[in-house]
Antibody
């Protein structure tokens, strides 16, 4: 079964750090690009960061640039999001999503259930 | 950055009725890079449509997508009880963006 499982969320104070993980199974992780997408309580979806299959291409939303770092370990079938200098507005459910990013299409076809990050003092 | 505006914000319909959801872009979007997702409370989004009109694996044929340029539409031909949810459109240009969502609720 194709599956993504996020972990690492929790309660953190403003200015603190957190590292999210996303464990992939049931498919060849190293062949796929990945995205992190977040959803603040009661709000819509917001793209956070993208990484290509080989880690050669990385993008960030302006709202997290310079504070968050995306990475992956294809040998461990894992995706990561290092979040530093956290702010109240980073409070959200964070989803990892398998991404089809090519010349013809761009979409996210497999999503994890999400991990909750709460930034509060 | 391309802004996607979804309308209406809420659609109140009865099971069996037809739902028409709109996604309008602030500038032209490649149809290849337009997708639709369904999200139910407490669940992750689920891919419905990619490439503006191609159904994802396992998606019933009552869901269809159409449109080009700046105007895209998701149509649910006959609403089933499990279709009441929030729907998001997504585009990829230089930056990936989502629309604000349309909630389809039971009338």
């Amino acid at each position: 079964e194709v599956q993504l499982v996020e972990s690492g969320g929790g309660l953190v104070q403003p200015g603190g750090s957190l590292r999210l993980s996303c464990a992939a199974s049931g498919f060849t992780f190293s062949s796929y690009s990945m995205n992190w997408v977040r959803q603040a309580p009661g709000k819509g979806l917001e793209w956070v960061s993208y990484i290509s299959s080989s880690s050669s291409t990385i993008y960030y939303a302006d709202s997290v640039k310079g504070r968050f770092t995306i990475s992956r370990d294809n040998a461990k079938n894992s995706l990561y999001l290092q979040m530093n200098s956290l702010r109240d507005e980073d409070t959200a459910v964070y989803y990892c999503a398998r991404t089809i990013a090519g010349y013809y299409y761009y979409y996210m076809d497999v999503w994890g259930k999400g991990t909750t990050v709460t930034v509060s003092s | 950055e391309i802004v996607l505006t979804q309308s209406p914000g809420t659609l109140s319909l009865s099971p069996g009725e037809r739902a028409t959801l709109s996604c309008r872009a602030s500038q032209s979007v490649s149809s290849s890079y337009l997708a639709w997702y369904q999200q139910k409370p407490g669940q992750a989004p689920r891919l419905l449509i990619y490439g503006a009109s191609s159904r994802a694996t396992g998606i019933p044929d009552r869901f269809s997508g159409s449109g080009s340029g700046t105007d895209f539409t998701l149509t649910i031909s006959r609403l089933e009880p499990e279709d009441f949810a929030v729907y998001y459109c997504q585009q990829y240009g230089s930056v990936l963006t989502f629309g604000g969502g349309t909630k389809v609720e039971i009338k």
